[in-house]
């Protein structure tokens, strides 16, 4: 007997820019992720203006499977997935955004791809938004700087709750909305929210205003989705990298607790409807005077979210840095290196048990089901001379975490509904754009610079799920 629940989701999790392709196929409208260079560890991706010529923008083929999900679902359904995590391009549905009518062509990809997943028993599991707004709506209103997007953001969710009610079930409004606690860089506030920042910008008070507007769109498209089906399960989508203090030295401690808040403050808008009160204080502090309605606060409460669906690669640590009393949280600096604990080799600090940690810090808080939706181990794959892929670091570490994950519910008994690895089928990095990181049980030949085939074969960590999915979590 297997100690998950029966149903329990096994799964696969992408996100539409970095596996579709066909960037401009279908009447696709140009995304923020088609304006954006491939990086490396430690060489971040450039954002251009607008798409240039002579520029690599791998998102523009990433892996195709705009023409290949056919055969791509039917590797799936022999891996065994009885769910698939992905998101709906939102520039397919509205290319620039702002238009009257969604765009049809669109709409019939992913009826397409949603009925070629039910066929085998894959249930779609959707994210609206990863990392993906229209590029237009960067152009024109400056991204979530502006309050106009809650109305372009739910609208789009409108017209996929409505177009896909009898196909979907389980929904996420933001990818990773909480990424953009770290500002202080270029990547998260354009990825997350379209924000290209001026010289001399107070970028956090930015980032804030633009959280406040993504969160209100959130709970306006939860209470839309629930008016549309009441079956519908509806969640946030955060990414969890818990910040240990580095001793116990109380000063770490508290640090910990106030660098968790300013990470996590999110998910308590998300999940109870309102801001939390250190919020309040940090923000009134601060003298940012944000653009908040009292309609936003009621929409606040309206639309609190069903689940939450999260992503877990890596812990953080902190020191205190002599910043009490207040102990402001900056994460492009604050954050050291964790002596307990190994990295990939992008530095991400390898913690199965914080993966335990984290359910058991949600579960407190919340009192909601989890749904794991991302977590797996990025690396460079080598093809031996008999054209296998030896990936046992990969298997290693997926272990160790479904191992944790399972000790969460057996000893901690804690609800979850879910595990889709991320990127389960190789595909674009988000962080670098590269092809090298690597994080499937499913090769595809294709390297940074663009160039190979894209034929698809299976690594034997594929074997490895197959065998864990068919036991419940028991065959590890
Ligand atoms: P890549 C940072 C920290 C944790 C998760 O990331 C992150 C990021 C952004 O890089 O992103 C999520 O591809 C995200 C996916 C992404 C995946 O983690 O940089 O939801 O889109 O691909 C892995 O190795």
């Given at each position: 007997m297997s100690i998950l629940r029966e149903n329990f989701l096994w799964g696969g999790a992408v996100a539409a820019h970095q596996l579709e392709g066909g960037w401009d196929q279908g009447g696709k409208g140009v995304s923020v992720a088609d304006v954006m260079t491939v990086g490396a560890h430690g060489v971040p991706r450039r954002i251009t203006d607008g798409?240039?010529?002579?520029?690599?923008?791998?998102?523009?083929?990433?892996?195709?499977?705009?023409h290949h999900y056919k055969e791509d679902v039917k590797l799936f359904a022999d891996l065994g997935l009885n769910c698939f995590r992905t998101s709906i391009a939102w520039t397919r549905i509205f290319p620039n955004g702002d238009e009257a009518e969604p765009n049809e062509e669109g709409l019939q990809f992913y009826d397409d791809l949603f009925d070629e997943c039910l066929k085998y028993g894959i249930e779609p599991v959707i994210t609206l938004s990863h990392f993906e707004m229209p590029y237009h709506l960067v152009t024109e209103y400056g991204g979530w700087r502006n309050r106009k997007m809650i109305d372009?953001?739910?609208?789009?969710?409108?017209?996929?709750?409505?177009?896909?009610?009898?196909?979907?079930?389980?929904?996420?409004?933001?990818?990773?909305?909480?990424?953009?606690?770290?500002?202080?860089?270029?990547?998260?506030?354009?990825?997350?929210?379209?924000?290209k920042y001026q010289e001399g910008e107070?970028?956090?008070?930015?980032?804030?205003?633009?959280?406040?507007?993504?969160?209100?769109?959130?709970?306006?498209?939860?209470?839309?989705?629930?008016?549309?089906?009441?079956?519908?399960?509806?969640?946030?989508?955060?990414?969890?990298?818990?910040?240990?203090?580095?001793?116990?030295?109380?000063?770490?401690?508290?640090?910990?607790?106030?660098?968790?808040?300013?990470?996590?403050?999110?998910?308590?808008?998300?999940?109870?409807?309102?801001?939390?009160?250190?919020?309040?204080?940090?923000?009134?502090?601060?003298?940012?005077?944000?653009?908040?309605?009292?309609?936003?606060?009621?929409?606040?409460?309206?639309?609190?979210?069903?689940?939450?669906?999260?992503?877990?690669?890596?812990?953080?640590?902190?020191?205190?840095?002599?910043?009490?009393?207040?102990?402001?949280?900056?994460?492009?600096?604050?954050?050291v290196k964790n002596p307990y604990v190994e990295a990939s080799d992008w530095g991400w600090q390898i913690d199965p048990l914080g993966l335990r940690y984290a359910m058991n810090w949600f579960n407190e808080r919340y009192e909601l089901p989890l749904f794991i939706v991302e977590n797996g181990f990025g690396a460079i794959d080598e093809i031996e001379p008999d054209?296998?892929?030896?990936?046992?670091?990969?298997?290693?570490?997926?272990?160790?975490?479904?191992?944790?994950?399972?000790?969460?519910?057996?000893?901690?008994?804690?609800?979850?509904?879910?595990?889709?690895?991320?990127?389960?089928?190789?595909?674009?990095?988000?962080?670098?754009?590269?092809?090298?990181?690597?994080?499937?049980?499913?090769?595809?030949?294709?390297?940074?610079?663009?160039?190979?085939?894209?034929?698809?074969?299976?690594?034997?960590?594929?074997?490895?799920?197959?065998?864990?999915?068919k036991s419940n979590g028991e065959a590890l």
């Open positions: 798409v240039l010529q002579g520029e690599n923008y791998p998102n523009h083929e990433a892996i195709d499977f705009y372009f953001f739910a609208k789009f969710a409108r017209v996929c709750f409505e177009r896909y009610k009898d196909k979907v079930r389980y929904w996420m409004t933001f990818n990773e909305i909480n990424n953009q606690a770290n500002y202080a860089e270029d990547f998260a506030p354009f990825t997350n929210s379209g924000i107070d970028r956090e008070k930015i980032m804030y205003q633009a959280a406040h507007y993504e969160l209100v769109a959130s709970a306006q498209a939860v209470k839309i989705g629930h008016e549309i089906n009441p079956d519908f399960q509806i969640g946030c989508m955060i990414a969890m990298c818990p910040i240990y203090p580095y001793s116990c030295d109380p000063k770490d401690m508290m640090m910990s607790v106030s660098a968790m808040q300013k990470r996590y403050w999110f998910t308590d808008v998300h999940v109870r409807g309102h801001y939390p009160s250190f919020m309040e204080n940090y923000l009134a502090r601060k003298g940012f005077a944000l653009d908040i309605t009292e309609q936003d606060l009621t929409d606040l409460t309206q639309g609190c979210v069903d689940y939450i669906g999260f992503s877990y690669y890596m812990s953080f640590a902190i020191k205190d840095h002599e910043k009490g009393p207040a102990f402001d949280y900056d994460e492009s600096k604050d954050l054209g296998t892929i030896n990936d046992q670091y990969r298997i290693d570490y997926l272990k160790a975490h479904i191992e944790m994950m399972k000790e969460a519910v057996e000893f901690d008994g804690i609800p979850l509904i879910g595990y889709t690895p991320w990127g389960f089928i190789d595909l674009v990095s988000a962080g670098t754009g590269e092809m090298k990181k690597r994080y499937g049980f499913i090769y595809v030949d294709k390297d940074n610079e663009g160039q190979g085939t894209l034929k698809r074969f299976k690594k034997k960590s594929f074997d490895w799920y197959q065998q864990v999915i």
